[in-house]
């Protein structure tokens, strides 16, 4: 049983560790909470001898959720304005209403 949980820990350590350095905002926490959750279920199936990694894992389950926290509260989403698309959007609007008038005027 310890194998199997010592496993997911990896598993879920590494798909953490990749939702963090990707832009997934509050959604790495899942596989971090599931990895620090099976960490602490090896470290509590291990002995005193095989302590060492699962302390490990739990070490990096924190870091990571420690950066995802601090990614999310401290760094702000910026959308910046383009302005030569509203430019286009506004000629496209402009060139579609005298097609419509000319339409109108055929008739």
Known sequence: MRKLFLILAC???????????????????????LALIFGL????????????FPKILLVIGALCSVVVLGKT???????????????????TKQEAQKELEELEGLE
């Open 11 to 33: 598993v879920f350590g590494v798909l953490g560790i990749v939702f963090t350095i990707l832009p997934m905002d509050t959604l790495a926490f899942l596989p971090i909470g």
């Open 41 to 52: 279920l090896t470290l509590k199936k291990s002995e005193d001898n095989q302590k060492k």
């Open 73 to 91: 509260l401290l760094i702000e989403d910026q959308v910046a304005t383009d302005t030569q698309f509203e430019q286009q959007k506004i000629e």
